[in-house]
């Protein structure tokens, strides 16, 4: 992570000194956008015998965002997301059958849901004498809260059926994005925005309770890394 900030820092700080003449008009906007969510790392793993495999395919976000620069290039940033990524469960159902020949199994999931606040900072340099292009960076903190997927299984045979239920959980984790971006001043009102970033954060979830149809249900502890790369594109207001 303390990687990722310093080259973000410095990145950051040469666009600010290659663009630094040119200024904008305004001071910031506020911005609504959404987008496409994929999922890597574990969290992308489809190998259900490994314990920290997440089984999220690529799902969608809801963004707003907030910018204000405090000095000329650089300023302040906050952004309020949800975030959904389904899941892949037939690998779990795989796993079973391969494991039981004689036992057909069957699974059906939901998919991870979050939500969440970061704030921190940004820069903001245009990349053309009238500031209608404008290439921008932003590295936040802040908090996402999540809801594990439920996850149900059903499994039958000659000798019948039973299911099996990993119910959703909640947990709230500490987060960091780190991200780029274009915007197109449309006018000094109206903005056109893109963005791509990355976030990572790791939920640890108490209590997830596991039922079965014969009465049993017992109660475990379970972290996910949870890193997604995001693209969004939206609408922004320009502030004075």
């Given at each position: 992570m303390k990687k990722n900030l310093t080259l973000t820092g410095i990145l950051m700080l040469f666009i600010a000194v290659a663009?630094?003449?040119v200024t904008e008009d305004r001071r910031g906007y506020i911005g609504i956008s959404v987008g496409s969510s994929?999922?890597?790392?574990?969290f992308a793993s489809k190998n259900a015998n490994a314990s920290k495999a997440g089984l999220a395919t690529t799902g969608a976000i809801f963004d707003v965002s907030f910018a204000y620069k405090l000095k000329k290039n650089f300023g302040l940033a906050a952004l309020l997301r949800g975030q959904y990524n389904p899941v892949d469960v037939q690998?779990?159902?795989?796993?079973?059958?391969?494991?039981?020949?004689?036992?057909?199994?069957?699974?059906?999931?939901d998919g991870w849901s979050s939500g969440g606040f970061m704030g921190g900072v940004y820069?903001?340099?245009?990349?053309?004498q009238k500031a209608t292009a404008v290439f921008e960076l932003k590295t936040l903190v802040g908090f996402m809260n999540t809801t594990s997927?439920?996850?149900?299984m059903n499994a039958s045979s000659s000798e019948g059926s039973i299911w099996i239920r990993q119910n959703s959980?909640?947990?709230?984790?500490?987060s960091y994005l780190i991200g780029a971006g274009m915007r197109f001043?449309?006018?000094?009102?109206?903005?056109?925005?893109?963005?791509?970033d990355y976030l990572n954060y790791t939920p640890n979830f108490k209590n997830l309770k596991t039922t079965t149809s014969m009465g049993s249900s017992e109660n475990s502890n379970a972290t996910q890394e949870i890193q997604t790369l995001n693209i969004g594109?939206?609408?922004a207001f320009r502030l004075k």
């Open positions: 663009f630094g003449q994929m999922p890597i790392g574990n690998p779990l159902a795989d796993r079973m059958n391969r494991e039981f020949p004689g036992v057909r199994t069957y699974a059906n999931g820069s903001s340099s245009p990349l053309n997927p439920q996850i149900d959980a909640t947990a709230t984790s500490f001043n449309a006018g000094k009102r109206i903005a056109f925005i893109l963005n791509a594109v939206g609408i």
